[in-house]
C-alpha cells in the first residue's frame, strides 16, 4: 500500500494587468477550441465571468461558477461533468477555483 501519491499538472498562470484582453491569444496558442470557464460565486457575481465570455466568444463550452470555498471533491465532479466538449480549463480567482480546475483535469484525464 501506497503511504502517499504525486501528481504533477503544469497550469498556466496569467495574472498581470491587461491578461483578460490576452486570454484568447493564449487559447489559440495553447489550440484550444472550447473552453470551460471555472470560478466561484463571488467571482461570478462581480461580473467577470461575463467578461470572459464575452473576450473568448464563440470558445465557451460552458461554465461551472460553484466552486465552494476550500473546494470539494463534489464541486469537481460537477465540473467535470461540465466540462462535455471543453478541450481547456480557465480557472478564474484564487486557490479554490484554481485547485477545482486542476482536480477536474486529473478526472477528465482518466
Known amino acids: 500500500m501506497l503511504d502517499f501519491f504525486s501528481f504533477q499538472v503544469r497550469p498556466?498562470?496569467?495574472?498581470?494587468?491587461?491578461?483578460?484582453?490576452?486570454?484568447?491569444?493564449?487559447l489559440g496558442r495553447l489550440g484550444a477550441r472550447r473552453a470551460l470557464i471555472v470560478?466561484?460565486?463571488?467571482?461570478?457575481?462581480?461580473?467577470?465571468?461575463?467578461?470572459v465570455q464575452a473576450n473568448i466568444a464563440g470558445k465557451v463550452a460552458g461554465t461551472f461558477c460553484d466552486v465552494p470555498a476550500g473546494g470539494?471533491?463534489?464541486?469537481?465532479a460537477q465540473g467535470a461533468a461540465a466540462a462535455h466538449?471543453?478541450?481547456?480549463?480557465?480557472?478564474?480567482?484564487g486557490g479554490s477555483a484554481i485547485d477545482t480546475a486542476k482536480a477536474i483535469r486529473l478526472l477528465l484525464a482518466e
Open 39 to 51: 470560478a466561484d460565486a463571488g467571482v461570478d457575481a462581480a461580473g467577470l465571468v461575463e467578461r
Open 85 to 93: 466538449g471543453a478541450d481547456v480549463l480557465v480557472a478564474l480567482g
Open 72 to 76: 470539494s471533491v463534489l464541486a469537481v
Open 12 to 26: 498556466r498562470v496569467l495574472f498581470r494587468a491587461g491578461a483578460l484582453g490576452q486570454l484568447d491569444a493564449e
